[in-house]
């Protein structure tokens, strides 16, 4: 166990819908990282948040947008969900400093299907 | 662009054999390499971390091995359980980024 907690679990979307998937990061961490992982391939980054601030965006579209709270726990929301956005998203957060470099902890994911 | 390949894409193995699997990778300038073991729609959960000085690491039955000259990892599984059946993704970190870069994983599947 990580510590890092994702919900939900699972979700089920039709085309065109929207979606918030939520993340707590490890205590004491403050920085969360947002991945798309499509079956049978390697995570994908997302963007990643420090402090409540976008720190970097992989190549996603706009429609992919985040948050992080002052207890450093993260949405992801994604509008205008496409079939193509059918995936595991995982969550892992880390804390600049503490640990091997760049080490993340990841979240069980959140199967989201998109009808 | 920094890319990590794995081979081989999947494998099948009986209990209690040994098998290997490779990760070739461009990442530079390289920090460190982990390898990850990921069951079935779970997160990914570390098995292994080496910086650039590490040749070999192990974690029980788990030894993987880094050649920095020639941008190559293994990861060696000896005496496989039935548990060990999961995806096996290399990650490689490079100095002064934090993205990480993924590999697509090799699937083990272990038949009693």
């Known amino acids: 166990e990580t510590g890092v907690t994702q919900s939900p679990t699972h979700l089920i979307k039709t085309r065109g819908q929207q979606v918030t998937l939520r993340c707590s990061s490890q205590?004491?961490?403050?920085?969360v990282s947002w991945y798309q992982q499509a079956l049978g391939q390697g995570p994908q980054f997302i963007f990643q948040?420090?402090?409540?601030?976008?720190?970097g965006r992989g190549n996603f579209p706009p429609r992919f947008s985040g948050l992080q709270f002052p207890n450093y726990s993260s949405e992801l929301n994604v509008n205008a969900l496409e079939l193509d956005d059918s995936a595991l998203y995982l969550c892992?957060?880390?804390?600049?400093?503490?640990?091997?470099?760049?080490?993340?902890?990841f979240g069980p994911g959140t199967r989201l299907t998109v009808l | 662009k920094n890319q990590v390949e794995q081979s081989p894409q999947s494998l099948i193995i009986l209990e209690g054999k040994n098998c290997t699997l490779q990760?070739?990778?461009?990442?530079?300038?390289?920090?460190?390499l982990r390898w990850y073991k990921q069951d079935t729609g779970r997160g990914p959960v570390s098995l292994t971390i080496?910086?650039?000085?590490?040749n070999t690491k192990s974690n029980g039955r788990y030894t993987a091995t880094l050649d920095a000259d020639t941008k190559q990892s293994s990861l060696h599984i000896t005496a496989s359980q039935l548990s060990d059946s999961a995806s096996y993704i290399c990650?490689?970190?490079?100095?002064?980024?934090?993205?990480?870069?993924f590999g697509a994983g090799t699937t083990v599947t272990v038949r009693a």
């Open positions: 892992a957060s880390s804390s600049p400093g503490q640990g091997a470099p760049n080490e993340q902890f």
């Open positions: 205590s004491g961490h403050n920085t």
């Open positions: 948040y420090y402090r409540e601030e976008e720190n």
């Open positions: 990760c070739n990778y461009t990442v530079s300038p390289f920090s460190n």
């Open positions: 080496m910086t650039f000085s590490e």
């Open positions: 990650v490689v970190s490079a100095r002064g980024d934090y993205k990480l870069s």
